[in-house]
């Protein structure tokens, strides 16, 4: 059984940083690629970033050198690192990850720029 849980969410004001993390459990992290999304307030879920298997890293546009995905393999966890922060980026933020025919997403952490 593949779970996802992700945690570091919070409160925050313009321009300050979080550091999100997703932690698996039955399953080999480091194997497959691993993305976060996101969920603003009345929208549809959004893909915010990926990481590879081999490391290789892919950001949507308006999140683009603020934030950065990374994995730590040691410890089966992907983190977010995010920078910058603006009202925007409020929003509920899922890890994700995609095994055969599976897609699975962890509970989410919820995300609030306010100042």
């Known amino acids: 059984q593949v779970q996802l849980v992700e945690s570091g969410g919070g409160l925050v004001q313009p321009g300050g940083s979080l550091r999100l993390s997703c932690v698996a459990s039955g399953t080999i992290f480091r194997l497959y690629t691993v993305a976060w999304a996101r969920q603003p307030p009345g929208k549809q879920r959004e893909l915010v970033a990926f990481?590879?298997?081999?490391?290789?890293?892919n950001y949507a546009d308006s999140v683009k050198g603020r934030f950065t995905i990374s994995r730590d393999n040691a410890k089966n966890m992907v983190h977010l690192q995010m920078n910058s922060l603006k009202p925007e980026d409020t929003a509920v933020y899922y890890c994700?990850?995609?095994?055969?025919?599976?897609?699975?997403w962890g509970q989410g952490t919820q995300v609030t720029v306010s100042s």
């Open positions: 990481i590879t298997s081999g490391g290789s890293t």
């Open positions: 994700n990850t995609h095994l055969g025919n599976s897609d699975y």
